[in-house]
């Protein structure tokens, strides 16, 4: 068995990886002159975000010293739901394109939501709504970035 504490470190030393290869990422994107906001200025931010709560992460972890905390792997039914979760974001990324940045986060969170959450199927669904219009009116209209729109532009 593991801690908690060396969970910690490994994850948040892997997410601050993860943050630096975005943001070196997002420099390779190219621009252009015309356009209000640069495709880039999400991936740098989230980029950022993510690196340096990965780093406080670890280095939280790693000053810790107080008792151990044991975290046992996850029984059949908790690595049932991982797989399915994964599975769902690898569903996501192959639908961005075709349906759109708005409408296939609808239908990822509304899933998981029904999913990990038992909600019931309405309250889901309404969310996932909820959650493609923010998208569609923050990042597509009012920041005017470039996500795929899917059916929405058409």
């Known amino acids: 068995m593991k801690s908690q504490r060396f969970g910690d470190i490994a994850s948040g030393v892997f997410l601050a990886l993860l943050g ?76 961005v394109e075709p349906l759109g940045m708005p409408l296939s986060s609808s239908l990822l969170v509304g899933f998981l939501v029904w999913y990990l959450g038992s909600y019931r199927l309405i309250y889901a669904g309404l969310l996932g709504l909820a959650t493609g219009g923010i998208i569609y009116l923050v990042f597509i209209r009012l920041l005017s970035l470039s996500f795929p729109i899917g059916p929405l532009g058409r």
């Open 20 to 95: 630096l290869v975005v943001v070196l990422a997002a420099f390779q994107i190219k621009g252009a002159p015309d356009v209000r906001m640069q495709p880039r200025t999400l991936p740098l931010i989230l980029g950022c975000i993510v690196g340096f709560a990965g780093a406080a992460l670890a280095f939280r972890a790693w000053r810790y010293h107080g008792p151990a905390r044991v975290v046992p792997w996850p029984d059949r039914v908790g690595t049932l739901r991982v797989g399915v979760t994964f599975a769902a974001l690898v569903v996501f990324l192959f639908l």
